[in-house]
Nanobody
Framework: VQLQASGGGLVQAGDSLRLSCAAS????????IGWFRRAPGKEREFVGY????????YYADSVKGRFTISRDNAKNTVFLQMNSLKAEDTATYYC?????????????????????WGQGTQVTVSS
């Protein structure tokens, strides 16, 4: 599956932003989609995921309660709704896909479990 992330931009602290991850290819509904981010000078970190059956969601503590993942399988698109943005959310955001349906809850937080990656979209939050 090929992924393309979009929706990034420059916002102020406290604002909201919704990122999109459009997928092309077969059987999109069978893929678990994860979101990761990389801030300048830092390593890539896990943000959240929703598994293929929508029965499982998990978020990093840093975004829990502020970020929400949803998906529209009919449009082959996954969304990352980001509310109450903070300056520390500034990063390049990436969506990724895996069809490893057998993984445990915490395994989906590892970037190495994802086979396909989008190109990234920049989010800048000014304080």
């Amino acid at each position: 599956v090929q992924l393309q992330a979009s929706g990034g931009g420059l916002v102020q602290a406290g604002d909201s932003l919704r990122l999109s991850c459009a997928a092309s290819g077969h059987a999109f509904s069978s893929f678990t989609i994860g979101w990761f981010r990389r801030a300048p000078g830092k390593e890539r970190e896990f943000v959240g995921y929703e598994n293929w059956s929508r029965s499982m969601e998990y978020y990093a503590d840093s975004v829990k309660g502020r970020f929400t993942i949803s998906r529209d399988n009919a449009k082959n698109t996954v969304f990352l709704q980001m509310n109450s943005l903070k300056a520390e959310d500034t990063a390049t955001y990436y969506c990724a896909a895996t069809n490893r349906f057998w993984l445990s809850k915490m395994s989906y937080t590892r970037s190495t479990e994802y086979e396909s990656w989008g190109q990234g979209t920049q989010v800048t939050v000014s304080s």
